[in-house]
């Protein structure tokens, strides 16, 4: 096997799609090394820790779509590449229709899905053509896979496998001490911190960080509590600090703008506890399977979470996470009160979590896509 990842993608970047592909990438070069290659449009690693060596990258360049396909099969020809993989419907069109022409049966194609098109658009077109070959289909979430095989027409439990993100426990399932980390980033130790990390918004929504902003404000005078909120664009910041200062929080919320993967443990192991409190939407109940859930699981800190069925997926409530109504202050108050005051439950689900998540990382998940062949 030689297999290129095809992508679009210009690095670096920050955003969370890109660092899920960096990830599968350095875990697919730990099991094929040289016989894999990143193609995307510009690959620059020369300020990351995050880097990918020369030899497993191959830059396409600035160009349209349908030339940016071309290239990509012009190096699966050149480089003897024999499977492609690829999370982009419409570059993987393009690229699946040109080898059709130009190389009949001799690449596989592996396809990683993350979502569902809308009906009557261009994405669902391009959808709808890749329904009808038999790839290998990487399904990120239960629920996404058996819409997929309804909408198509394909017998239940054979069009893919269901494999959800990871986390490169080498990273982020470090022991810190909350002391040290708090000391890093300026945090006092009497301080209780809820801690939230990642992209304050996708696809336009919000991801909660309005919910957690409104239960401080209903918190009241109780034990102090401080909410730790990293990431976001420079516009995101914005936005939810001006929402801190209409609430009257500002002076208990610390924004701090993206930082790289090797300084996240610190901050998340810096908190008492962190949240995930997704609103309720098609695409957060159903086709989500975000980074930030495993990397809260590898952190040893408990979690709180929304009760939504992608998240029921990975995690069940009062064995390694406390599951909340969506969009309920009241609720999260109540769980957040409860980890308070119950140290040694707190304790308890944060330790399964970690546990739980050992079976959730880059390297079993790109194993079981090159070896477990049954499942394709």
Known sequence: MKMMYATTIRYPSLLANRKQILAMSRAFIGELGDQFVLAGIRLDFSDSAESILPQNTFELGEASLP???WRVVQAVKKQGITDVYC???RLLTLVHALCCVFLPGKVNFFYEIHAFPVAWTLDAAYERYLSLFRLRRVFVTA???ERYEKVYHIAK????KV????VDLKVFGKNLLMSDCR???GIAE???VIGYVGRLKTLGMDKGVGLLLRA?????KKKPVRLLVVGGSPEEITEYSAMATSLGVKDVVDFVPSVAQSELPTYLQACDMLAMPFPESEHFNYYMSPLKLFEYMASRRPIIATNLPSIREILTTETNAILVPPEDESAFLRAMECLMNDQGFAEQIAERAYQDVQAYTWEKRVHAIIHDEKAF
């Open 183 to 185: 000391a890093r980033i």
């Open 67 to 69: 030339v940016l396909a």
């Open 87 to 89: 999370r982009e419907k």
């Open 190 to 192: 009497s301080d209780w």
């Open 143 to 145: 629920h996404l896979q």
């Open 163 to 166: 494999l959800p993100d990871a």
């Open 157 to 160: 439990g054979t069009s893919g």
């Open 216 to 220: 401080l404000q209903q918190w009241g």
